[in-house]
């Protein structure tokens, strides 16, 4: 078990003795950062949340980080946790002009989504050069950041420089320097699907009765992210939502299938399992021509011909 300074522990057991369901993680961890204001580490977290594990405690702290709720500081040997107040944005801008609080202030209020610079310019009054110099002076002193956008590739918007982009500017985990990782994709895609049949076949061991084995069978989207975290196959942090993308996918090929189920909280939990073809396909409907929408449009020597399919050349040529 970590260790928990004196001095902190009577607040640590005050917050531990809270029921979990009143508050989440996120906010529990804001809670202790506004009861102990020198600020907080890892084995405080640890000790007042037991019951949550290593992972969910890393994810709330970098959301918080990334929303600008907290700050991350250096103290020795030593990284706490501080709550982040106006004074702290206060000591950043020490020293600046006008335009600068100016801008830093519109900023700020973009959060996550950030702010273009034609919107800076129309909601500050400046004019397009002042706005430029100012951001340049912004990024030098790296209170501000410029983030291209995956859905705009000439398009910059500015946030503030310890703030996390959503996940809608930079396309999440699915895009490096904004060029789509089709073989990232594929890859989590196989591994997802080899998990749930090996969910499936395990299920079909021993001696249950077929409703336990078919239940057996399925996994949530949580269970398939922790597997694909412990493969490691993975350079940047997957999210939930992330494995729950990749299932789409496999539902869309035929792969998967899931269903809905009743959640502890009162909510619907989606589960997914690997599906077993009773009829093995076709040669026919693996061919281009087998799904084209378009197959009977398609004649020779007509706009729509077998000569000019690309589908069919790129199948050809693989």
């Known amino acids: 078990m970590a260790e928990v300074s004196k001095e902190d522990s009577e607040v640590v057991t005050k917050i531990k003795t809270e029921p979990e369901s009143a ?13 102990i204001p020198d600020g907080i580490n890892d084995a405080i977290i640890q000790n007042t949340m037991p019951q949550c594990d290593a992972t969910q405690r890393v994810m709330a702290v970098n959301r918080l980080l990334s929303m600008g709720k907290l700050d991350l500081i250096k103290i020795g040997n030593k990284l706490l946790y501080k709550l982040k107040t106006a004074d702290a944005a206060s000591n950043q801008l020490k020293g600046s002009d006008h335009q600068e609080k100016q801008i830093y202030q519109l900023i700020d209020e973009s959060k996550n989504m950030g702010i273009w ?17 100012t951001l340049k002076v912004l990024e030098s002193k790296k209170l501000i950041k410029a983030v291209n956008c995956v859905n705009a590739a000439k398009k910059k918007v500015y946030m503030l420089y310890d703030v996390e982009p959503d996940r809608s500017l930079t396309g999440g985990a699915w895009y490096s320097n904004q060029d789509f990782e089709s073989e990232f994709v594929d890859i989590l895609n196989q591994q997802c699907f080899k998990f749930l049949q090996q969910k ?21 989207s949580t269970e398939i992210w922790k597997f ?8 940047v ?6 494995i729950e993308t990749i299932m789409n996918t496999l ?22 399992r690997a599906v077993v073809s009773v009829v093995p396909t076709s040669g026919f409907v693996r061919t281009p ?5 378009v197959f009977n449009d ?9 000569s000019n399919c690309q589908y069919m050349n790129d199948w050809l040529s693989f």
């Open 23 to 35: 508050v989440d993680l996120e906010a529990r961890i804001l809670q202790l950062c506004e009861s």
């Open 117 to 133: 610079m034609r919107d800076i310019r129309l909601k500050s009054g400046l004019p397009m050069s002042q706005v430029q110099k």
């Open 200 to 220: 499936l076949a395990q299920s079909r061991e021993g001696d249950l009765e077929p409703t336990a084995k078919r239940n057996a069978s399925y996994a949530s």
């Open 228 to 235: 694909i975290c412990e493969l490691g196959i993975s350079k």
């Open 237 to 242: 942090k997957l999210e939930v939502e992330d």
């Open 251 to 272: 539902i869309y090929d035929g792969k998967v299938e899931f269903t809905v189920v009743p959640n502890g909280d009162g909510s619907q939990l989606k589960i997914y």
């Open 289 to 293: 021509c087998g799904v084209c929408p």
């Open 298 to 306: 398609c004649y020779e020597d007509w706009d729509i011909s077998p």
